[in-house]
């Protein structure tokens, strides 16, 4: 059974900085891309990051393109979100996923919650 556990959400004030983890574990972690994922207050789940299963690649949304970045380490079965200059609109709840080999998000973890204020 793979389980993903997300720390590192806390409040910060706009302009802040924050490391999100997220722990894997059930399958092997190196196989898989890695994403993040968030939703804030009253809205939707989107799409935030994603990084290809050996961290070559990374895709990121508009919205924090060039503020936040996506690694992984396969060696600790870990993905992080490193996410600076953040915003008030960055306020949400934060959960990583793990892809599967047919392109869906399979798993999830249980969120962890970032709150900027202005």
């Known amino acids: 059974q793979v389980q993903l556990v997300e720390c590192g959400g806390g409040l910060v004030q706009t302009g802040g900085s924050l490391r999100l983890s997220c722990a894997a574990s059930?399958?092997?972690?190196?196989?898989?891309?890695m994403g993040w994922f968030r939703q804030p207050p009253g809205k939707e789940r989107e799409f935030v990051a994603v990084a290809s299963s050996t961290g070559t690649y990374a895709v990121y949304a508009d919205s924090v393109r060039g503020r936040f970045t996506i690694s992984r380490d396969n060696a600790k079965n870990m993905v992080y979100l490193r996410m600076n200059s953040l915003k008030p609109e960055d306020t949400a709840g934060y959960y990583c996923a793990q892809k599967g080999g047919d392109g869906a998000w399979d798993y999830w973890g249980q969120g962890t919650q970032v709150t900027v204020s202005s």
């Open positions: 059930g399958r092997t972690f190196s196989n898989y891309a």
